[in-house]
């Protein structure tokens, strides 16, 4: 039988097959970015950190594979135009953001189906005023038909277009924000910022969104680089700020104590350096976060602001001995800032710390540390005046993190009921934590800890309790005198 001759139902089944297949490829290449191996590390092809139901594929390709089935001829243009469920991945890129007329096509081919949808706008593409006015003018013309259907989303670009993108869902839910709430259809969010806009005027500048009230009934986000200044909380079970995403105090504070959050991802996120204001941190609700991934997790230092002038401090006369007092010999002053020590940096990452880790807590994974977060953390797990035992972890990942004996030894305290840990890239400082692990703590050497961890895998060998030669002599004595 001819290609031409094939019934419809089984064209439409070939054409739903390979559109799938194509987004399957796409997904497979979505899994979040691994880091080098450290020094001193195993070379071996590792898996990923962590799974992230929120990374959302780009449909570029899904998009132009379906453009492409209904211009091959007559017969096939005719099923896959008729075909809805083909016309469910919507791509705006390109030529789409700036002709609405071929997204319009789209969306009307779907008919009533739910839709995915992905806005990018490449970095190439330079928005002055006028011509963001002009992509604001387009995205109102065809985004109120999709955001009723939009059960996903993935805006990508530099921080004014996710903005416009953002003001439309904004726009759609204050008609009627009581029925658009309860009918909201988005349950996934990626956002992703490529670059930041430098504003020429206040139409062009970026205001951080506010996702509560965006995407009220989302269950998986993930947010890369961009500012977020409310996170949803009602119904988001998975999050994940990477790539630069600021956490402040306030979204740890709700995501941990005021949503349903079950599963936190923080890789490359940036905390405040700052102390929060916090009320009764040992008598809050219980979390529901269950599984933690903290990944290369970066501290935003305050910024000196420029001095300030004398004859501004002259033109009050009340405050002009204050200033003087704080101000340089040549009649300048700046505004107190901390200091950046080593000290200070700790302490910020001590407060993050105390703060994550509720007695709730199943999963723990620490990647990629530096030594002040290192510092911070075996500052909270071997500190007595807080609570932060977990009683409920079982699971333990270390990579590209070298610890001490100092903070293995608090872990016995703080985790004690460890059943499954795993260690990656962690060098010889592996042979120190198989010494706790065997041997006990200094102070009670006796004592057996982690009594339900009966093995290890580390860098992908399964270790045993029993089992004794990891290293040559010479590094293990190297180790121990570290």
Known sequence: MSVDNLPTEILCTIFELSARMVEGADQLLMMPEDYPTVEGGTPRLRGPLYADPAMLPPLKNCSKHCLAL????????????????????????????????????????????LIDLHCRLPQRLTLDEKTFDELRETLQKFMPAAIPRCRSLRVEGIDIFIMAVLDTFIDHMLISPLIG???????????????????????????????????????????????????????????????GAFLSYKSHHNIFNCSAVTTLVLDGAVIPSTTPHVRGITHTRESTVRNLVVSDLRLQLPQQLPPLPR????????????????????????????????????????????????????????????????????????????????????????????????????????????????????????????????????????????PMLG????????????????????????????
């Open 181 to 243: 709430a309860v009918n909201s259809k988005l349950s996934a969010l990626y956002i992703v910022q490529t670059s930041s806009h430098t504003p020429t005027s206040h139409r062009t500048c970026y205001y951080s969104p506010d996702l509560g009230v965006i995407a009220p009934n989302v269950t998986t986000l993930r947010v890369d680089g961009a500012l977020v200044s409310v996170l949803p909380r009602w119904h988001l079970r998975h999050a994940t700020l990477a790539k």
């Open 311 to 450: 004859d501004n401090a002259e033109d009050n006369e009340d405050e002009g001995d204050q200033v003087d007092s704080a101000g340089d010999e040549d009649g300048t002053t700046n505004p107190p800032m901390p200091p950046s020590t080593a000290e200070y940096r700790s302490e910020a990452y001590a407060t993050f710390f105390a703060l994550s880790l509720p007695c709730s807590l199943v999963s723990l994974t620490l990647a990629h540390l530096s030594q002040d977060a290192i510092s911070g953390f075996v500052a909270v797990i071997r500190y007595n005046g807080l609570p932060t035992t977990c009683p409920q972890l079982r699971e333990l990942r270390i990579r590209g993190t070298l610890f001490g004996r100092m903070a293995y030894e608090g872990m016995t305290r703080a985790f004690p009921n460890l059943s499954d840990v795993e260690l990656e890239d962690v060098g010889g400082r592996r042979v120190v934590f198989f010494d706790v692990w065997r041997n006990g703590v200094s102070t009670r050497p006796q004592q057996q800890v982690w």
């Open 455 to 482: 093995e290890v895998i580390s860098d992908g060998e399964l270790i045993l309790r029993g089992n004794r030669p990891l290293l040559p002599q010479h590094l293990q004595d190297l180790v121990q005198e570290t």
């Open 70 to 113: 209904s211009h091959v001829c007559r017969t096939w243009r005719a099923v896959a135009i008729n075909l809805r469920v083909l016309w469910t991945k919507v791509y705006l890129g390109n030529v789409s953001v700036c002709h609405g007329e071929t997204t319009q096509d789209i969306l009307r081919r779907s008919g009533a189906q």
